[in-house]
């Protein structure tokens, strides 16, 4: 067994940055060929695919709303065609729209659950058949430690990775007898452009509670994504990972 991923092929939802950039080139890195989703930011996706081929490794980014089922179906047939299989899937699209339950509205209710929550159900559905075909496929899906403890003013947030732990479970079981495995990485707070915006007193605190006394980076939660993607996780599906410095112990 090895952590070679040579001759795999990957997709990242949400890889034109912060985590999901990460996760792209440190799959890259370990020998498979990547394609990246993205929503808007075209220039910062394409900056990630030449990163990618610069690696040897082959290279797409595709334009997708991950909350768009029959664009999702789209981009899994694109891929099979162009590449011949899908191995990886590894679903990290996701939003946040902070509020208090009290001040929480509609749409910032229905916008985190769709984009975190259904994404994950287009993508993990539409890679079922190619991956069965294939006799063996992994996916990977980042949920957060907010979803195993909750956190005030993010009950939209909590809920939809709560849930993707859930379904994840559940399809592990369903396709386990496929060779298809499902597991979940749960980062905790991770320095990225969007952590850049707290306050520094929220950081220093965020930091006190976590056992390990520091924030995590990018490629701490990518290196546990390569294992997952991996031959050396083989025996490993239905699981949670938490790279959160102990934070939800």
Do not use: H
Request: hydrophobic residues 45%; glycine residues 10%.
């Amino acid at each position: 067994m090895s952590l070679s991923l040579e001759g795999k092929t990957c997709l990242v939802t949400g890889g034109s940055r912060g985590i999901g950039k990460a996760i792209a080139l440190r799959l890259a890195e370990f020998g498979a060929d990547v394609a990246i989703t993205y929503a808007r930011s075209a220039d910062a996706a394409e900056e990630v695919k030449e990163e990618i081929e610069k690696l040897g490794r082959k290279a797409k980014a595709l334009q997708a709303d991950a909350v768009d089922l029959a664009r999702t179906e789209e981009v899994i047939a694109e891929l099979v065609d162009d590449w011949g299989k899908i191995d990886i899937i590894v679903n990290n699209a996701g939003i946040t729209k902070d509020n208090l339950i009290l001040r929480m509205n509609e749409e910032q209710w229905d916008d985190v659950i769709n984009t975190n929550l259904k994404s994950i159900f287009n993508y993990s559905k539409a890679a079922a058949k190619p991956m069965m075909r294939n006799r063996g496929g992994s996916i990977i899906n980042i949920s957060s430690v907010v979803g195993i403890s909750g956190n005030a003013g993010q009950s939209n947030y909590a809920a939809s990775k709560a849930g993707i732990i859930g379904f994840t479970k559940s399809y592990a079981k369903e396709l386990a007898s496929r060779n298809i495995r499902a597991n979940v990485v749960a980062p905790g707070y991770i320095l990225t452009d969007m952590t850049d915006q707290l306050d520094e007193k929220v950081l220093q605190g965020i930091k006190d509670e976590t056992p390990l006394g520091r924030a995590g980076n990018a490629e701490e939660v990518a290196d546990a994504v390569v294992f997952l993607a991996s031959d050396m996780s083989s025996y490993v599906t239905g699981e949670v990972i938490r790279v959160d410095g102990g934070m939800a112990m």
